[in-house]
């Protein structure tokens, strides 16, 4: 070999070398970068896109079989790679649906935990893990990842989302909301298909049947018949199980079975109704039907009034805050204080009583709240104390307790208030709640032997103000309504009782507690499941910086209105103290 032919040789294969090692870097680089050319480069990014396609009422395609008997419905998804690039398997689909709308048609849970998203593949069914987020809205997004690749172009109907059965009250599949390090697909577009519903298929009208409520006291089943069954003159039955409950269904007027069915008899608990038909000799069985009996959870709100003006600003923000949460009742545990003081206008007087006599005309509750503030007590002829007091710095009797006067004084003081009731128009108060919570045995005997029948003064152990006066109540937050001993406020022991209904402020108040806490207090009387007997949980407010509490009352009913029976999301009704008595006494 010519010698001089080796340099060259060695030249060109370095050549070759460093051409190779450019266009790996230059590959390398497209990849990090996203060359749009090559269909198997990641497009997952940290943004959820916001141009999803979603088009619903599509029809289901393929032969697939049913998943679970024991969910009534199912829809059908289909995901369709519209980009330049395949979608990575790892990366998050997003659905969005109205499940709200599921959940006001008794067709899934609220929480959701009756949802399954399956994927069939090879003959059979896996759930697919999923975060659901929004849940009970017309916004709630379904976030999965497919497993697989999706090329560019490429569909796959494969996955389904499984839902109905309303026993279901986990979901080992589901998490509560996003791993925000996760990446979601881009490009892609969805069909959501028309609902699939099982060949016979029953449905209740209230999945919380609430003992003593009359609004929510029924329980209406109707059984639906796929039209591909001949059910000519044949009727389907229907049995509670695990009860001696059966019986037959009729045809309604939209060509549907339905019968109203006896819950008087049903112990609280957790039901299932199931259906069944035969046609042609061969039986057909519903998917089982979930149903809760609960006593109701009565919560009731109320303002104490402290004998001082309210800014007109701040009543209309009461009235807004009731109507932002379901036009909540209130008790106006108002204060006559304001017709003898100097500090109020009768004008101002007359507006004030105007506005809540239009609140009780509305609907709200009118009762009575006392301070001893010192004008007010010689107006009723009493003489003036000033000891015990629970703060320093005041020096007009608001901050003297109840208790410190005797029966006989109480009754006169009791007597005035209800004669300015009388004369202003407020007509006669049933409930009465005293300043600071500071009611012993006597002040209630007074307040009993008044005509009141209900007192709202009960609490949780306290001391109050500077002076850490001790008050005379040792309540539990799950106290029930009860009638006091004469001899001890604190337990309907030793009798005989008070003829008074005491209904502890067991909720709290917004003013020295926060949102948490309230909300724990409603947590602590209703834990999702069915109540075995009735409770009354009153939460207390102030009206003359009403604005201030919003920051916790606002998120305290938010949460609250999540269990409405009326929404019948739960065993919570709102009402009035007078409304809550006599619900009581059924």
């Not at 709308?101 to 009756?114: F, I, N, P």
């Not at 609140?359 to 009493?382: C, P, Q, S, T």
């Not at 008070?498 to 003013?511: H, K, M, Q, T, V």
Request: charged fraction near 25%.
């Amino acid at each position: 070999m010519d010698e001089n032919k080796k340099p060259v040789k060695y030249v060109l294969a370095i050549l070759l070398i460093i051409i190779i090692s450019i266009g790996t870097v230059v590959w390398g680089i497209k990849s990090l970068l996203g060359d749009n050319n090559s269909s198997e480069l990641p497009v997952c990014t940290a943004e959820m896109p916001d141009d999803i396609k979603i088009e619903i009422l599509k029809e289901p395609t393929g032969d697939f079989p049913w998943w679970d008997n024991e969910y009534p419905f199912y829809r059908q998804i289909t995901i369709q790679n519209q980009g330049k690039n395949l979608i990575p398997g790892k990366c998050l689909i997003s659905l969005q649906f109205d499940h709200g709308y599921l959940v006001d048609q008794k067709k899934s849970r609220g929480d959701g935990a009756d949802l399954r998203l399956v994927k069939h593949s090879g003959n059979k069914y896996e759930e697919i893990p999923f975060y659901l987020d929004n849940a009970d809205t017309g916004a709630a997004h379904i976030q999965f990842q497919m497993n697989e690749n999706l090329e560019k172009g490429n569909n796959t109907s494969q996955y389904f989302l499984y839902y109905g059965k309303l026993g279901a009250t986990s979901n080992k599949y589901l998490n509560e909301s996003t791993n925000k390090d996760e990446l979601y697909a881009q490009k892609y577009s969805l069909e959501f298909s028309r609902e699939v519903q099982t060949e016979i298929t029953g449905q209740v009208d209230r999945l919380w049947v609430l003992k003593g409520a009359d609004e929510f006291s029924e329980l209406n089943y109707t059984v639906s018949i796929d039209s591909s069954l001949a059910t000519g003159r044949n009727k389907p039955s229907y049995k509670i199980l695990g009860t001696a409950i059966s019986g037959n269904l009729s045809k309604n007027e939209f060509g549907d079975f339905e019968v109203n069915i006896p819950t008087g008899q049903l112990n609280v608990g957790e039901y299932e109704l199931q259906s069944s038909i035969t046609i042609d000799k061969k039986t057909y069985t519903s998917p089982k039907c979930y149903f809760v009996v609960s006593y109701p959870l009565y919560v009731t709100f109320t303002i104490d009034y402290e004998g001082t003006d309210v800014p007109d600003n701040e009543l209309a923000e009461v009235i807004n805050f009731s109507e932002r949460h379901n036009d909540l009742p209130i008790v106006h545990f108002f204060n006559p204080r304001i017709y003898v003081t100097k500090e109020i206008s009768q004008e101002r007087a007359n507006s004030l009583t105007s506005w809540v006599i239009e609140r009780r005309n509305a609907g709200d509750e009118i009762g009575m709240h006392l301070h001893m503030h010192y004008d007010m007590i010689k107006a009723a002829g009493v003489k003036v104390r000033k000891s015990p007091k629970w703060t320093n710095y005041l020096d007009n009797g608001h901050d003297v307790p109840c208790s410190a006067y005797t029966y006989n004084e109480f009754m006169k003081i009791l007597k005035w208030a209800l004669e300015n009731y009388g004369e202003n128009g407020l007509g006669l108060p049933i409930s009465f709640r005293a300043g600071g919570w500071f009611a012993d045995e006597k002040i209630l005997k007074a307040v009993s032997d008044s005509g009141f029948v209900i007192d709202s003064s009960g609490r949780t152990p306290y001391s109050w103000g500077s002076n850490n006066l001790r008050g005379h109540w040792d309540l539990s937050p799950l106290t029930r309504p009860y009638q006091p001993s004469i001899a001890d406020q604190n337990s309907i022991y030793p009798a005989p009782s008070l003829r008074l209904w005491e209904f502890p402020n067991n909720g709290a108040d917004s003013y020295f507690y926060d949102q948490n806490e309230l909300i724990d207090r409603f947590k602590n009387n209703f834990n999702s499941k069915p109540l075995k007997f009735p409770q009354t949980l009153t939460y207390l407010s102030h009206p003359h910086a009403f604005s201030e509490d919003l920051d916790v009352l606002d998120p305290t009913f938010d949460y609250i209105n999540k269990y409405l029976a009326v929404r019948d999301r739960g065993p919570v009704i709102y009402i009035t103290l007078q409304g809550a008595l006599i619900n009581q006494n059924k």
